[in-house]
């Protein structure tokens, strides 16, 4: 069984000088097609699942495709993360079905919608901390609330996310708190807030250093060297995908992702995970469309599917290959939770303040 932990892979990764990319897990076949791109890249893979994504499989489901990925490719590494967890108890249910990672987003309250008071988030994050590690298992913290540079609005999608107006320095994460953040917590991976929104609208235009603050990621890396930091709302929204979509019955107005340039730019300051998962739903999605136009007598679902699945893995393909995860997975040999959890305690992994 090849299933890593959060801190071990990124450690890797930082140690190499690569970023992963942290691909959302919808259904079956986004599950597949991510596996597929990493076989042939030869990658570590690093999956994640959301509440809502958790609630729409079921948890049983969920577990053992997670488990079946581990099983059909037991020469990959693969990391089984919770995706923006909202309290202690959706971490500790993660942690009981098998992940080996779990984010604690106490950047907002545990509705996932209220931006939260800086304490709330040190106690609620170190918490979990706590509980995780003395399993072995990673965390993820987030500090700053996600939201546009541009408007000034939080983001809200699929119900999660604060839903209105904030301050310019309420979207942008502290690099001191941060590293007070980290001290206090002692989290494996710290999310930032750099100007980057879940889903497609993320910007108006392509989008430059006022509004995709990537002097912010240097200036956290510069104080915290060694603490991994982590993209939310790194999709790039491609303009292929945005095409396809439009082509083919869509309607989605013109926008902006994340360049990978910048992204490329992020992994040489220390951004090592990189969320992906509207890139991954317009490639399924816009193959759907297009299948389902040009054959319109078809009700065949494998047939509606298959599109869709071969356009996700070249997408992974391409993430695997320009974070430079590709190559790296048998480099890496996985360590049981147990053994992490003696690290842990042995002080070997310690990120907070002695
Ligand atoms: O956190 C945002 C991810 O894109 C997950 O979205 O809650 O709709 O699965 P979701
Ligand atoms: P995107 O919506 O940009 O794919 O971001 C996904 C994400 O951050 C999941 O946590
Ligand atoms: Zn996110």
New binding site residues.
Partial sequence: MALITLRQLLDHAGEHGYGMPAFNITNLETLQSVMEAADKTNSPVLLQASRTARIYMDDIFLKHMFMAAVERYPHLPICLHL??GNELGTCMSAMEMGFSSVMMDGSLEADAKTPSEYDYNVSETASVVEVAHARGISVEGELGV?GSLETGMGEKEDGHGFDGMLERNKLLTDPTEAMDFVAQTGVDAL?VACGTS?GAYKFSRRPNGDILAMDVIEKIHAKLPDTHLVM??ASGVPQYLQDLINAHGGDMPQTFGVPLEEIERGIKSGVRKI?I?TDIRMAMSGSMREFLQENRSSFDIRAILKPGRKRVVDLCIERNERFGCAGQAEKIKPLSLTQMAERYTAGILRTKAA
Avoid: F, I, V
Wanted: charged share 20%; glycine share 12%.
């Fill in positions: 995706d923006h996600l999310a879940h939310h709302g969320n998962d």
